[in-house]
T-cell receptor, first 111, second 114 residues
Framework: LAKTTQPISMDSYEGQEVNITCSHNNIATNDYITWYQQFPSQGPRFIIQGYKTKVTNEVASLFIPADRKSSTLSLPRVSLSDTAVYYCLVGNYTGGFKTIFGAGTRLFVKA | SQTIHQWPATLVQPVGSPLSLECTVEGTSNPNLYWYRQAAGRGLQLLFYSVGIGQISSEVPQNLSASRPQDRQFILSSKKLLLSDSGFYLC?????????????FGSGTRLTVV
């Protein structure tokens, strides 16, 4: 299973764009990259998933370079409510999908 | 639509007491089911996962066990709780298939062993 490395914490201000990068040097050919958001005392919530290049939804964008050894979650114009822990996961279906959750990145958005 | 139910939301148990946490999924068939534990301020640790009824894989040796008596029911148990079993327990499900569709998590159970 590919291990991921993310910054422990990041600070930002309301209205700014936030980019959180995740390293996954040992990503396998059939691995997907998925990002989750977790608020205190809640389960993580799916944000976005990608395999290569760029994926965009109504919440975020995910940038994946050609070598797929890293990925960047981009949150446009963050608000106070985006303060949370963000997890990068890498994995695939292997007869019972399982992935490794790292410690995640704690994002603090300030007014 | 699919929903996942997990209960209880909070639980305080004495050391040495038994534990039973239940998770059920609605709106899907034959899901992959998972139990995770999260210590305070830490990431999620996969405890068990199941690809079908009666099929349980354990990721971490411990005094916990899991069972899947029905397709959409997943139970986490312990015969005797330890202080180190305290944490935030999360149940999750994902679709089966060759494309990973992501996990959907329950609301979690905050377990405090005293």
């Amino acid at each position: 299973l590919a291990k991921t490395t993310q910054p422990i914490s990041m600070d930002s201000y309301e209205g700014q764009e936030v980019n959180i990068t995740c390293s996954h040097n040992n990503i396998a050919t059939n691995d997907y990259i998925t990002w989750y958001q977790q608020f205190p005392s809640q389960g993580p919530r799916f944000i976005i998933q990608g395999y290569k290049t760029k994926v965009t939804n109504e919440v975020a964008s995910l940038f994946i370079p050609a070598d797929r050894k890293s990925s960047t979650l981009s949150l446009p114009r963050v608000s106070l409510s985006d303060t949370a822990v963000y997890y990068c996961l890498v994995g695939n279906y292997t007869g019972g999908f399982k992935t490794i959750f790292g410690a995640g990145t704690r994002l603090f958005v300030k007014a | 639509s699919q929903t996942i139910h997990q209960w209880p939301a909070t639980l305080v148990q004495p050391v040495g007491s038994p534990l039973s946490l239940e998770c059920t999924v609605e709106g899907t068939s034959n899901p992959n089911l998972y139990w995770y534990r999260q210590a305070a301020g830490r990431g999620l640790q996969l405890l068990f996962y199941s690809v079908g009824i009666g099929q349980i894989s354990s990721e971490v040796p411990q005094n916990l066990s899991a069972s899947r008596p029905q397709d959409r029911q997943f139970i986490l148990s312990s015969k005797k709780l330890l202080l180190s079993d305290s944490g935030f327990y999360l149940c999750a499900w994902s679709l089966t298939g060759y494309a990973f569709s992501g996990y959907t998590f329950g609301s979690g159970t905050r377990l405090t062993v005293v």
